[in-house]
């Protein structure tokens, strides 16, 4: 619960290294771990239960933020939901969707925060004030839009291909209850996401 008042007090590139450096490092200790020795059933109920109730907590929490950085980080906390999906699967092609959606995070994360600093010298700290930017700011808030269309997983940008992967392997490794859910709740989160374009 701590995580969005770091990222709206911190600075900008400080709040980008937390948003992406603990993701990275735990899933290349927990990728090793499972190809070393394969975990147990508890241990992908574990991930399969921190996974939904991640990626609820994300979606519904960004709900209710009014300013910009604050659904940045509820988005980090549905994303640890999204990985916890490729580790709950236990398989190979749980693994794979993960580490490809680890990049693809990584990738919109640094969009994302690279932008952010933009805004706040243009006086933009509100979402309410983002619908100035496109006047203002033109490539700025194109490049900000899709970024957040990315987060949301709108098809045919990089985030949807990462979610679909990890919601392929879910159904893949036989869980039926887990990819329609975090389907759901994807859906849920667009409109979070989607507030900010």
Request: aromatic share 12%; net charge positive.
């Amino acid at each position: 619960m701590w995580a969005p008042d770091i990222y709206e007090g911190s600075p900008t590139p400080v709040t980008a290294f937390l948003s992406i450096a603990p993701k990275i490092s735990i899933s290349a200790n927990m990728s090793r771990v499972s190809i070393v020795a394969s975990y147990g059933g508890t241990l992908q109920q574990i991930f399969f239960f921190c996974s939904i109730a991640s990626m609820i907590l994300g979606a519904l929490a960004a709900m209710a933020q009014t300013k910009v950085k604050r659904p940045l980080a509820h988005s980090s906390i549905g994303h640890v939901g999204y990985i916890c999906t490729g580790f709950s699967c236990g398989t190979i092609e749980g693994i794979q969707s993960l580490l490809i959606g680890i990049f693809i995070y990584a990738s919109m994360t640094i969009d994302a925060f690279a932008i952010v600093p933009a805004l706040r010298q243009t006086r933009v700290k509100y979402i309410a004030d983002l619908g100035a930017l496109a006047k203002t700011n033109p490539i700025s808030a194109m490049t900000f839009s899709i970024t957040m269309f990315s987060y949301a997983g709108i098809p045919p940008l990089a985030g949807f291909c990462s979610k679909f992967y990890l919601f392929f392997a879910a159904l893949g490794c036989g869980a039926y209850f887990l990819a329609p859910v975090g389907v759901v709740i994807s859906v849920i989160g667009r409109w979070a996401a989607g507030r900010l374009p």
